[in-house]
């Protein structure tokens, strides 16, 4: 039977409606089921597990506050899309849960309450930072303070989050792009935070000439944003109450005594967390107002415990080219001095580790004499070093002569020989005791009566310790003109931030924080950068395959399809 034309164009027609009606069904389906495969290597596009947990069990709404919302360069509109998906797939966990929205902060306020709204978003903790825009139809820049951070609130409860990575000595390309790594870990932590029930308590501990004042401003002050804050006198407290989450050494400078270490020992046996910054020498930043000194051994006899539970801090300074800057006078001018910031080897800048979730995607680390650690082989403690110098170091042993007429002359590069220096470690594990087979049992007796608990010689759970050779990291300047500045800032050069703060957190958290949140930090995105020098001799050849090819192949179809068509309908 011979099919008409009149057939085949309403088997066409037919053919074309179940087509659209086919499309139509499958968008109706699309909005109430979600699903995306991630084919990234790294899966850029998949969040942790501990994450999507976190999200189903939301039982109130998180707002969210993006200020990223403008007429920002690539780099940051990039920044601010890869922040939307994130947030998009928080809510494919979290639903109604999670509301966010982008703005653009004070842009519709008069000068006066803007400059109040910039000062409410640093003291929640988010940045400013200075860019520079083009005006609309005009070739001229301007420069815009803008402040790439986020604000979250639930329950009563808010904190802020910065979502720019520091850029320190990377490539504007490479910061973004450890920006973009981040963003997951900085919004799971600023939730999970949000949702405690109670915050972990911190000690600060004091009794061995600790700083109180003005020098550890910030780091209480950070402190007592995140944490419960109290503190603790080694020398007069008869124990360390295991109540607090982690205790905070800073700086000790008087000797401890076996009562004092029998007590850090028998806290960390039953599951403490400490947090150690330890500087065995005299050598500090107020020695430097003369021409020269000498760093002695402060003997703090800590050596044993902490060697017992796996690291040693060394009696030496630790020198690096790869250094910040000190203000040297180094001529005149006239009867006016001529001052230049000149590298100070004694003023390491720290680099990260490793790729433990501590310090992964981490900018340096500024710090001030510090100290080499050795860690203990053998035994059942894992050792992680945090922190570590350059791979062009070395170490000077104590008694340390220390001259600020040395730095007018160049270093020697073959007197820093020493590769990657640990200033900075983590240990896990069953800590043993110092004192295992060591207490008579009047001295067992006598601490149950104090404390209430019987002596251990091992820890019975996995703990986690923290050893840093310098304080200086956590500690702040003290400017005559603006008082107390945050940590990891030089007062020469106040508009750089290092990493300082990032790394106080960040330990704190892993040593109080049990949820696998921290994991997201391990992230790591990859950047596929094409070859400047090949795109630069390849790009007449690909813009003309750029443009020849799509309108080649659309003349090639229509010559098929018109072909197709004639022989289809040929009478």
């Not at 940045?127 to 420069?143: M, R, S, T, Y």
């Not at 630069?536 to 090819?549: G, S």
Request: net charge neutral.
């Amino acid at each position: 039977m011979e099919i008409t034309r009149t057939d085949k164009r309403k088997k066409y027609l037919q053919r074309t409606i179940g087509i659209v009606l086919l499309l139509v069904a499958v968008n109706i389906a699309a909005s109430y089921f979600h699903a995306r495969w991630d084919l990234t290597a790294e899966k850029r596009y998949t969040l942790a597990p501990s994450t999507r947990d976190m999200l189903r069990k939301l039982d109130a709404p998180v707002n969210i506050e993006v200020y990223l919302k403008g007429n920002y360069p690539a780099g940051f509109r990039q920044l601010a899309d890869a922040t939307r998906e994130l947030l998009e797939e928080f809510q494919q966990y979290g639903g109604s849960n999670i509301r966010f929205r982008f703005v653009n902060p004070g842009t519709d306020l008069p000068d006066s309450l803007r400059m109040s709204f910039q000062d409410t978003l640093m003291a929640k903790g988010i940045l400013p930072f200075n860019l520079q825009v083009q005006e609309d139809n005009n070739d001229a820049f301007a420069e815009r303070l803008i402040f790439p951070g986020a604000v979250l609130s639930t329950k009563g409860r808010e904190t802020g989050i910065n979502l720019l990575k520091s850029q320190g000595g990377l490539d504007p390309m490479q910061a973004l792009n450890s920006s973009e790594a981040l963003l997951e870990y900085k919004f799971a932590s600023a939730i999970s935070q949000l949702l405690q029930p109670e915050r972990p308590l911190v000690g600060y501990m004091l009794g061995h000439g600790q700083p109180e004042g003005s020098n550890v401003y910030d780091a209480l002050k950070t402190l007592h944003e995140i944490y419960q804050v109290d503190t603790i006198n080694l020398k007069y407290d008869p124990f360390i109450p295991q109540e607090f989450d982690a205790v905070l050494f800073v700086r000790p400078v008087e000797t401890f005594t076996e009562q004092d270490k029998l007590k850090i020992d028998q806290y960390v046996m039953h599951g403490g967390k400490v947090f150690w910054f330890i500087e065995p020498l005299t050598a500090s930043v107020d020695s430097l107002r003369g021409s020269s000194f000498v760093a002695f051994s402060r003997d703090l006899q800590l050596e044993d415990l902490l060697f017992k539970y796996g690291a040693r801090v060394n009696q030496d300074l630790v020198m690096d080219l790869q250094s910040d800057m000190i203000p040297l006078v180094v001529g005149n001018i006239g009867d006016k001095p001529q001052i230049r910031p000149v590298p100070f080897p004694y003023f390491p800048l720290l680099t990260p580790g490793n790729t433990h979730p501590i310090v992964r995607n981490m900018d340096l680390v500024m710090s001030r004499f510090a100290s080499s650690i050795d860690t203990i082989k053998g035994g059942d403690i894992r050792k992680t070093v945090l922190l570590a110098t350059s791979a062009r170091s070395r170490t000077i042993k104590a008694p340390a002569e220390i001259s600020l007429e040395s730095v007018q002359q160049q270093p020697n590069p073959r007197e820093y020989r020493q590769q990657h220096i640990p200033t900075a470690v983590l240990l896990e594990g069953r800590f043993p005791s110092l004192y295992n087979n060591r207490l008579g049992a009047a001295d067992r007796a006598a601490l149950k009566a104090s404390t209430g608990k019987d002596f251990k010689g091992i820890s019975d759970t996995l703990n986690r310790m923290i050893v840093v050779s310098d304080a200086d990291i956590v500690t702040n300047v003290v400017s005559q003109k603006n008082g107390p500045m945050q940590m990891g800032v030089n007062e020469f050069n106040p508009q750089y931030v290092f990493a300082n703060k990032e790394f106080f957190l960040n330990c704190l958290e892993y040593l109080t924080n049990e949820t696998p949140v921290m994991d997201t930090r391990n992230k790591a995105l990859t950047l596929r950068l094409l070859d400047a020098e090949k795109v630069k001799q390849d790009r007449t050849r690909w813009q003309l395959i750029a443009f020849a090819v799509p309108i080649g192949a659309i003349l090639l179809f229509a010559m098929v399809f018109q072909f197709i068509r004639q022989r289809r309908y040929a009478a």
